[in-house]
């Protein structure tokens, strides 16, 4: 793995990965929050913003060698459009069925983690956010898979660079960011597993990563934050 790291290429493309994720992320943060747009406030343009970013790291990122290593690439988008809608529809669903205290909701508008609110705005929002972030995520693992041709070099190169991203959310969130941080370890494991060692694996990856955000906002919802953040 260290001669393998030590190619110009092979980091070039890794530090042009991580530096337009963190621009994509940054610019969000530092530049249209101050315009009052998130997550849950003028979401049609944080939408075209992170579809539009996905649309440009896949230019960027993606290419035809890449799309070799994709099984029934179509079959996988259009079952991966289907799963987004169903999340859309459970967010909201689960919302109503699981009640949100005041106190848990002031407090998620404070930090402004917006998706566990379960609204419409905030999970149509998200859903164009995790769009963003999986198609970069596939475009890295498929790169390094064709690139090492070896499925251990491609996780763990894969997971790293995956924590690294989720880091300096403890600037923006305090220990709070903590709920993404950690869990980014894991997720970077699994996804990158998933994609490698599965013909389905693109599709379960994103499935996957759409039901942590159901799984954390109903944990959010529910249990005292005391015990959380």
């Not at 999986?134 to 997971?159: A, D, G, M, P, W």
């Given at each position: ?6 190619d110009k290429?092979?980091?070039k493309?890794?530090a042009?990965?991580i ?15 101050p315009?009052?747009?998130s997550?849950?406030h003028?979401?049609?343009?944080s ?5 539009a ?6 230019k960027?990122f ?13 079959t996988?988008?259009?079952l ?5 809608l ?5 967010t909201?669903?689960?919302g109503?069925?699981v009640?949100?205290p005041t ?5 998620l ?5 917006y ?9 149509f929002?998200k859903?164009?956010?995790?769009i963003?972030?999986?198609?970069l ?8 898979k064709h ?8 996780i763990?190169i ?6 690294l991203l989720?880091?300096p959310?403890?600037f ?7 709920v ?17 060692r599965f013909q ?5 990856s994103?499935c ?22």
């Amino acid at each position: 793995m260290k001669s393998f790291l030590q190619d110009k290429y092979i980091q070039k493309y890794i530090a042009k990965w991580i530096l337009f994720w963190l621009t994509v992320m940054g610019g969000f943060i530092a530049i249209l929050k101050p315009m009052g747009i998130s997550h849950l406030h003028n979401i049609h343009i944080s939408i075209l913003y992170y579809l539009a970013a996905a649309g440009l790291g896949l230019k960027l990122f993606f290419s035809e060698e890449l799309k070799a290593h994709v099984f029934h690439f179509k079959t996988q988008t259009f079952l991966y459009l289907i799963t987004s809608l169903l999340f859309i529809f459970i967010t909201v669903g689960l919302g109503k069925l699981v009640t949100l205290p005041t106190s848990h909701e002031e407090y998620l508008l404070y930090k402004q983690f917006y998706y566990p609110l379960m609204y419409w705005k905030s999970s149509f929002s998200k859903l164009a956010d995790l769009i963003f972030q999986q198609f970069l995520i596939v475009c890295l693992v498929l790169f390094l898979k064709h690139e090492s041709k070896n499925n251990y070099t491609t996780i763990t190169i894969f997971t790293f660079s995956f924590f690294l991203l989720h880091v300096p959310l403890f600037f923006f969130f305090g220990f709070a960011g903590i709920v993404f941080i950690l869990p980014s370890l894991f997720a970077g494991v699994i996804f990158s597993f998933c994609i490698v060692r599965f013909q389905w694996g693109i599709f379960y990856s994103m499935c996957i990563h759409q039901l942590y955000y159901v799984i954390l906002a109903l944990i959010l919802r529910s249990v005292p934050f005391e015990y959380l953040l």
